[in-house]
């Protein structure tokens, strides 16, 4: 089972700057702060419906932006493969400090790594 919450957040850190002012302040109040429907409603002065309107219409923006631009999977893929990458240039140099000390072959895998980390920053 997915989590909602996390995937929610996740695509606010990619899109949320396309919403509104007071859409990002509800959505951020609603997910990142946890605040009931009811507590932002009162916090803010306005009714639940209407807190829940704008974060329900929050929710379909972000979803369809990701589904016609694809940036959160994009870097979720690249992330994970960042990681298969450095893993493997470890085990690389591993093998090369138990095996072989070649030097050259310890300062590629050094800069494997580091362009991986460069890449995931």
Same mark, same amino acid.
């Given at each position: ?13 990619? @899109? #949320?700057?396309?919403?509104? !002012? &007071? +859409?990002? /302040? ?5 997910? =990142? /702060?946890?605040?009931?429907? $009811? ?5 803010? #002065?306005?009714?639940? +419906? ?9 929710? !379909?923006?972000?979803? &369809?932006?990701?589904?016609?631009? #694809?940036?959160? /999977? ?6 994970? =493969?960042?990681?298969?990458?450095? !893993? ?10 138990? =095996?072989?000390?070649? @030097? ?6 050094? !800069?494997?790594?580091?362009? $991986? &980390?460069?890449?995931?920053?």
């Amino acid at each position: 089972m997915r989590n909602v919450t996390l995937e929610l957040t996740i695509l606010f850190d990619f @899109y #949320g700057d396309i919403l509104t !002012e &007071k +859409q990002r /302040e509800l959505f951020d109040l609603y997910y =990142n /702060e946890d605040l009931s429907l $009811a507590e932002i409603a009162e916090h803010l #002065g306005i009714t639940r +419906q209407g807190v829940r309107d704008s974060i329900v219409r929050s929710e !379909e923006i972000l979803r &369809k932006f990701e589904s016609k631009l #694809g940036l959160a /999977e994009k870097y979720g893929k690249l992330s994970d =493969n960042v990681r298969k990458i450095t !893993e493997a240039a470890e085990r690389i140099r591993l093998i090369n400090d138990t =095996n072989y000390r070649n @030097y050259e072959l310890d300062i590629c895998t050094a !800069e494997i790594i580091d362009l $991986a &980390k460069a890449l995931d920053d």
